[in-house]
């Protein structure tokens, strides 16, 4: 069962004059459930409000109507672990750049989908590599546009890699799908939650996690050469959790196996969605 504009059913068609389909006019998020629970929604919600008011479109429920309909979504299709994808269109309108006028009621999808944790990526680490982070400057909105990160993810694959480290003028800004963080003398390193960036919520988890565990966090931009000459490099991501870093391009990052202030992080935040 899915949730399309205000029903649930079992199949639901987008129109072709969407302007999710034709402009990428829209919003989206993930959110995990774990043991049947939503993990951190209110946070997600708050995110998706704000990305619909940043493109000045109304995603018309409120954040605990959202989280009532994934509540909703769970039972009807009984997640236990899974995600849930959130998507808001500016709706349908004969295709013209400008706002429709009158405005129209926006597109609203929510599916839920069993998907098991990346165990083995969790556990030994995973492979990565640099790319030119060739997108638009509002990255800090979770947008339907992809394309930049979709050409960099595709590159990661080809190259055997689960994800893409994207450098813009030479600055570490965040994976393809993921925030990136990087770890020297103990202190964790990330890049500023402004513009260039997705403000991820595991990466506000973790900096909760840090700051329970004495680590210094640091939001502070740093190049492209730190990756290489760091103790530790991790990302993260709804779906990627806390992830070790043991390669960039050719390079093996912390001997090539998950660096010890890393793991503590992944056990703090394992331990705060109450899992294993
Ligand atoms: N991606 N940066 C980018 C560009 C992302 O696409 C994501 C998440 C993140 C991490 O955000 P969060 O911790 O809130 O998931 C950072 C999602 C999972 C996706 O597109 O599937």
Known sequence: MIFFNGNYVEQ???????????FGDGIYEVVRVYNGQLYTAQEHFERLLRSAAEIQMDAKYSVEEYIEICRQLIEKNQIEMGNIYIQVTRGVAPRNHPFPIPSVEPTILLYAYASARPEKGLKEGVKTITAEDIRWLRCDIKSLNLLGNVLNKQKAVEHGATEAIQIRDGIVTEGASSNVFAIKDGTVYTHPANHLILN??????IKKVCASLNIPFVEEAFESSFLFECDEVFISSTSLEVTPVIQIDDTMISNGTPGKVTQAIQDGFVANIGIQ
């Not at 639901?12 to 969407?18: K, N």
């Open 12 to 22: 639901a068609h987008a129109e072709i004059t969407d302007r999710g389909y034709q």
């Open 200 to 205: 991820g919520i595991t990466r506000l988890e």
